[in-house]
């Protein structure tokens, strides 16, 4: 089974900090994409990755920042941790058509 | 065109009772309808998928139903359980745009015993 782990079940950061949300992938996948999950809003893509040192915006890429330098591993970045921010973030994975996804992350920011 | 719009936002029913979930799609080149049930506190988990080139497809009690020149898919679930209380997801893709599943806005279903 493809198993896509992201490192935080949760987290509490204040306002301003820096933050790294990190997803790990075991199965070689090329694509590997972040959504935040938010009630009455459904999954809004905010950055995904065809390959290694690829990015492209999604929907609500605004305050985040991406990083893959290894295919297995795709990091989001808030760099600046605002309020609005307080969301559950989802990472996946995919070869061709279906998602795998992690267990999210739920980031609380103070 | 790129969006996926389905309803109802929530829906209860009755252990034993059928659930209909609804999407609606624009984009003619999509090729991948698939469900994903999500369960508190879990990531979604795929459910069951469809092709266009078949008008229903089913798993145990899940069946999607495909309607191609409505442009339209749905989600039914027969013999509704309390364990299939979740928030289910419908999406749809084209390969050709890289595999980037577009999501519709998710439906909390709760089946009461």
């Known amino acids: 089974d493809v198993k896509v782990t992201q490192s935080s079940r949760y987290l509490v950061k204040r306002t301003g900090e820096k933050v790294f949300l990190e997803c790990v992938q075991d199965?070689?996948?090329?694509?590997m994409f972040w959504y935040r999950q938010d009630p009455g809003l459904g999954l809004r893509l905010i950055y995904f990755?065809?390959?290694?040192?690829?990015?492209e915006k999604g929907d609500i890429p605004e305050g985040y920042s991406v990083s893959r330098e290894k295919k297995e591993r795709f990091s989001l970045i808030l760099e600046s941790a605002s309020t609005n921010q307080t969301s559950m973030y989802l990472c996946a994975s995919n070869h061709l058509y279906g998602y795998t996804f992690g267990s999210g992350t739920r980031l609380t920011v103070v | 065109q790129q969006q996926v719009k389905q309803s109802p936002q929530s829906l209860i029913v009755q252990k034993g009772g059928i659930s209909i979930i609804n999407c609606a799609y624009e984009n003619t080149a999509f090729d991948y309808f698939p469900w994903y049930q999500q369960f508190p506190g879990k990531g979604p988990a795929l459910l069951i998928a469809i092709r266009p080139d078949v008008s229903e497809k089913k798993e145990g009690r899940f069946t999607i139903s495909f309607n191609k020149s409505a442009k339209q898919f749905s989600l039914h679930i027969m013999d509704s359980q309390p364990g299939d209380s979740a928030t289910y997801f419908c999406a749809a893709n084209n390969y050709n745009q890289g595999g980037k599943l577009i999501f519709g806005q998710g439906t909390e279903l709760s089946v009461k015993p």
């Open positions: 990755s065809y390959d290694v040192k690829m990015k």
């Open positions: 199965m070689d996948h090329e694509n």
